[in-house]
């Protein structure tokens, strides 16, 4: 809760999940690419968790 708020709303705020960019996904699948359009292999709170979890 304190680092990340996990209501659907704020998920697909978070995530830009409501652009229509999906169709590209459907071939050679969706994680490890290296676009810059795909918001879920962004990583803007690592050192928010690294705080968090004191490392």
């Not at 960019?21 to 990583?43: M, N, P, V």
Request: glycine fraction near 4%; hydrophobic fraction near 40%; proline fraction near 5%.
């Amino acid at each position: 809760d304190e680092l990340f708020d996990l209501r659907p709303a704020a998920i697909i705020r978070d995530l830009d999940l409501r652009r229509p960019i999906y169709r590209r996904t459907a071939a050679y699948g969706h994680f490890g690419r290296a676009d810059k359009e795909f918001s879920w292999e962004a990583t803007p709170r690592v050192d928010d968790l690294r705080r968090a979890l004191q490392l």
